[in-house]
């Protein structure tokens, strides 16, 4: 499984670091460092700065991402309310803040390459970057091994 991530990574040119990767049985990828919501959004966080995209399991039973609904910089978000979307061929889904703050960066990249929600959505495919007002809220996510846990539970009731 590690030689698998490895060589996605490197195709991908993402960080190749297998200890970064936790999988579950249905081999969407998780990253071990960052959190989740149960909306499938999952953040990265670094101070009082986080990284915000939706999560391989998403982009994976979205099919392929079409159009990025993106907010603009100095929007404020709120953890668990809606700042954005994802249009796919087969759905529209929105795309829920899981922190609160000021929305310091979009990735602007995606109006025109949106396909990399789909292609790195860990990496080159993150939505936006927000200066968090409560940091406390991140420790109501989950860790990589519970959203892992949650979405084997929610493949197994579909």
Same mark, same amino acid.
């Given at each position: 499984?590690?030689?698998?991530?490895?060589?996605?990574?490197?195709?991908?040119?993402?960080?190749?670091?297998?200890?970064?990767?936790?999988?579950?049985?249905?081999?969407?990828?998780?990253?071990?460092?960052?959190?989740?919501?149960?909306?499938?959004?999952? %953040? !990265?966080? $670094?101070? &009082? @700065?986080?990284?915000?995209?939706?999560?391989?399991?998403?982009? +994976?039973?979205?099919?392929?991402?079409?159009?990025?609904?993106?907010?603009?910089?100095?929007?404020?978000?709120?953890?668990?309310?809606?700042?954005?979307?994802?249009?796919?061929?087969?759905?529209?889904?929105?795309?829920?803040?899981?922190?609160?703050?000021?929305?310091?960066? %979009? !990735?602007? $990249?995606? &109006? @025109?390459?949106?396909?990399?929600?789909?292609?790195?959505?860990? +990496?080159?495919?993150?939505?936006?970057?927000?200066?968090?007002?409560?940091?406390?809220?991140?420790?109501?996510?989950?860790?990589?091994?519970?959203?892992?846990?949650?979405?084997?539970?929610?493949?197994?009731?579909?």
């Amino acid at each position: 499984m590690a030689l698998w991530a490895s060589r996605a990574a490197s195709y991908l040119k993402i960080s190749s670091s297998a200890s970064s990767f936790y999988f579950y049985r249905g081999f969407s990828s998780v990253m071990k460092d960052f959190k989740y919501a149960d909306s499938h959004e999952w %953040v !990265n966080v $670094e101070g &009082n @700065s986080a990284t915000i995209g939706i999560t391989d399991h998403a982009q +994976d039973h979205l099919g392929d991402v079409v159009y990025v609904e993106l907010p603009d910089v100095g929007t404020n978000v709120i953890k668990g309310k809606n700042f954005g979307a994802v249009e796919s061929v087969k759905a529209t889904s929105d795309i829920y803040s899981p922190v609160s703050g000021e929305v310091v960066e %979009v !990735n602007s $990249e995606l &109006n @025109s390459s949106p396909g990399l929600v789909n292609a790195s959505p860990y +990496d080159k495919g993150w939505i936006i970057k927000v200066q968090m007002s409560d940091a406390g809220e991140v420790s109501s996510l989950m860790d990589s091994s519970q959203y892992s846990k949650f979405c084997e539970d929610e493949d197994a009731k579909h």
